[in-house]
């Protein structure tokens, strides 16, 4: 057992956990009654008794003036601000989930959290408050009975004046079963989320979406003009009309409802053997991450160019592809093809960007990258795109089939040295010259073939009167040095004249 000593005769007291909330005369105070320690809390206000009323979950209610204070059981206030009420009470008490207080001419009904007032009571000198089953209002000559209606009722009541947080408190407090429960705290869940969008709250409008688990299509529909027209609907709800910044403000809340949904369905996407779910999968991914590409390019511009690099991206190609032209996002549209292997397309805008004298596709550069990340599956299309870039730029036009992709994680593989060869010769010579010599002393290619093939191509330049001391000290050079050329079949092909030539060709 322990004595308290208590400063002055407590005039009002409540349980809180292991502690005593008191009102005295002038000050409130909690007790630590395992410790006996007292804390000073604040005074109790101008010409009023204290009022003290014990909370669920450890809390207290302390009057001040026409403040109630809420504390927890070491005398610390839980939360910004008081509830207010129209005068100073007289008295007041908890009836679950309500603070009821007795004002001089009437009786006001209160919400902690949130802080709605839920009813006004005009009485006659309401003096006394008693609760039981029921609340008990009397006065001097009178005593009243308060029955609160059924909380079907008062929820309703509650969200026709779109106090959803309240009618969710109330909600949780329903006896039904838990399917009926459910689907009371879903609607008003939603029907909240749907009031806040109106409101322009757009973050906490899309993370209770999030929350409920609501499918991306409904909620991408409350920004119409980023659904397809195939999956455009009628809405039981109106949807506000948004623009400029507050548009901006719903796009940003939209890209992270849309990244959480999309890392979800990444995580849940397996090998699905429901041929429909796998398919209504794929449909979903498409239009979140076309939704997202669309947002980007309102309000992350940077963002763009990363979604189309990645590997596993699904955009609709058409309407991502109307959506970048609009926009004229030039170098993303070429990442967009590329990334559906739409490479011609992409060739196409390359070459008329190109020839613009300003822009981010300006120049051939774009095209000479381009073209050396294809591969030998795409030989036809790099032949095509690459002869304007060999005749006007001849060096660069050579990097297109000498620089190799050395990144490990590349699936592009080497090209088909005899089939370019081959290519280089009808486009121009000399650039077959330069591409042979880089094959053959660059990547060691040993390749009877193809020492034979720049011996022979060497042969034609001289002959054609084309730098001939050049290509004639090039040709006696690689004639001393390659052993692996096949002399028998090339020297049938040099005329007397070439006489030193012969003789080294009759050497070998």
Not at 66 to 88: C, F, L, R, Y
Not at 90 to 119: C, D, G, N, T
Request: with cysteine; net charge negative; charged share 25%.
């Amino acid at each position: 057992n322990l004595d308290l000593n208590l400063p002055d005769g407590a005039k009002a007291i409540a349980w809180c956990s292991n502690s005593l909330g008191v009102g005295f005369r002038k000050e409130y105070c909690i007790i630590k009654t395992q410790t006996g320690k007292l804390i000073e809390l604040f005074p109790t206000g101008k010409n009023q008794d204290p009022l003290v009323s014990g909370l669920p979950e450890e809390k207290l209610a302390l009057g001040k003036d026409e403040m109630t204070v809420i504390v927890n059981a070491d005398g610390k206030p839980t939360q910004k601000h008081a509830t207010m009420w129209s005068e100073p009470p007289l008295v007041m008490e908890y009836y679950h989930p309500y603070l009821i207080a007795i004002l001089p001419s009437l009786v006001e009904i209160r919400s902690i959290e949130p802080k709605v007032l839920v009813q006004t009571i005009q009485l006659p000198h309401p003096k006394y408050l008693a609760l039981g089953r029921s609340v008990f209002v009397a006065s001097s000559n009178a005593i009243w009975r308060l029955v609160a209606k059924p909380l079907s009722l008062q929820i309703e009541q509650f969200m026709s004046s779109s106090q959803f947080e309240l009618s969710l408190r109330l909600a949780e407090m329903i006896d039904d079963d838990d399917e009926k429960k459910f689907e009371c705290l879903y609607d008003i869940q939603f029907k909240f989320a749907l009031h806040l969008f109106t409101k322009h709250r757009f973050e906490e409008s899309l993370r209770i979406f999030a929350r409920l688990d609501t499918g991306p299509i409904e909620v991408i529909g409350l920004f119409p003009a980023l659904l397809p027209k195939s999956h455009t609907k009628q809405y039981d709800y109106r949807v506000p009309v948004l623009a400029g910044a507050e548009l901006e403000k719903g796009y940003l809340a939209l890209i992270e409802y849309l990244m959480e949904k999309r890392n979800l369905q990444k995580k849940s996407t397996g090998n699905d053997s429901d041929v429909d779910l796998a398919s209504y999968q794929r449909d979903l991914s498409e239009i979140i991450d076309t939704t997202l590409l669309k947002c980007y390019v309102e309000v992350k511009e940077s963002l763009v160019g990363p979604l189309l690099k990645h590997p596993d991206n699904n955009c609709h190609l058409q309407e991502s592809e109307r959506t970048l032209i609009k926009a004229e996002k030039w170098s993303d549209l070429v990442l967009l093809y590329s990334s559906k292997r739409e490479h011609a397309k992409a060739l196409k805008l390359l070459i008329e960007k190109a020839h613009q004298k300003s822009g981010s596709l300006s120049g051939h550069t774009r095209t000479v990258e381009y073209l050396q990340n294809l591969g030998p599956d795409y030989l036809d299309l790099i032949f095509e795109y690459s002869k304007w870039i060999l005749k006007a730029h001849q060096f660069d036009g050579l990097k297109i089939f000498t620089v190799r992709n050395e990144d490990p994680r590349s699936e592009v593989g080497p090209l088909p040295v005899e089939k370019v060869v081959k290519f280089l010769k009808e486009v121009n010579k000399e650039i077959a010259i330069k591409y042979l010599e880089h094959v053959i002393h660059e990547w060691r290619y040993k390749t009877p073939d193809l020492h034979n093939e720049l011996i022979l191509l060497y042969l034609f330049e001289i002959q054609e009167n084309r730098f001939v001391e050049d290509y004639r000290e090039q040709l006696m050079s690689f004639l001393e040095n390659s052993e692996s050329y096949k002399a028998a079949t090339l020297i049938r092909r040099f005329p007397p004249d070439f006489r030193h030539e012969r003789a080294l060709l009759s050497e070998n």
